[in-house]
């Protein structure tokens, strides 16, 4: 995508792409936001909410004006983008690999002439990673994003990639994408830990409880899903996060033997 000019007016469809604008000190130029946007919160106060990130408000997207809409190919709905598409520049990113997200923080930055914050933005989180000492001993895991239906993240998920860099074996990784699985696939699986994510749904303390009685074998911990699947600049707090839950689980693996 060329622009004619740097946009003033931004709307961004994506939570973790709403973030990473005001990393790069465009806050002044977003116009609207979607309601999952919660980093920086103060942004739901300041700025349009549009509706959330698979149902757009159409009419106060037209009345915003924007000159620029940015949105993500999972995250979005095909039918919303491609009627937008028809009035307004709209970039959407596909996101799979930590390459992709360093790639985008890129082009945004081309897009609003925030070419070198996104150029120092994206070293830092290379150098970030680059200290990241993976587990000693990889242990297998199921990461669970949704139940009723159980699913999980599999290949082809930036999850997946995240999961990999910490040096965990995902047991679906011979999946794609984000499958339903019943309790007998779990129980071929055979992981280690499961891992309840704090988004898309909100797991909390109740749900070990049942995840401990239905599958007795694994250790059961609670994530935190921006950690693992926001893939803008919440990337700078990755590695810290990820660093401490290698050093937990170290720690349980030298107890076990």
Known sequence: MTLPSLPKRIISLVPSQTELLVDLGLEERIVGITKFCIHPPHLL????????????????????????????????YKEGIEALQQR???????IKTMEDALAMI????????KE????????????????????????????????????????????DQMLSKCGFINVFAHLKR???????????ANPEYIFLSSE????????LTYFKEIYPQAIVKLVD???????????????????ELIRSINAEIRQAF
């Open 45 to 76: 106060k300041t700025k349009t909410i549009i509706g959330g990130t698979k149902n757009f408000n159409f009419s106060r997207i037209d009345q915003l004006q924007p000159d620029l809409i940015i949105g993500n190919k999972e995250e979005n």
């Open 88 to 94: 307004y520049p709209v970039w959407i990113s596909d």
């Open 178 to 188: 984000y499958p339903q699985i019943t309790k007998e696939q779990l129980t071929e």
């Open 116 to 159: 070198q914050q996104a150029s120092e933005l994206v070293k830092t989180i290379l150098t970030s990673f680059q200290d990241l000492t993976q587990l000693k001993h990889p242990p297998t895991v199921a990461y669970f994003i949704w139940q009723n239906p159980y699913m999980v993240a599999a290949s082809h998920t930036f999850i």
């Open 200 to 207: 898309p749904y909100p797991f909390k303390e109740e749900h």
């Open 225 to 243: 899903g921006e950690m693992f699947s926001w893939y803008g600049s919440r990337l700078l707090y990755s590695p810290a996060y990820f660093k």
């Open 106 to 113: 890129h082009k945004i930055g081309s897009l609003t002439g």
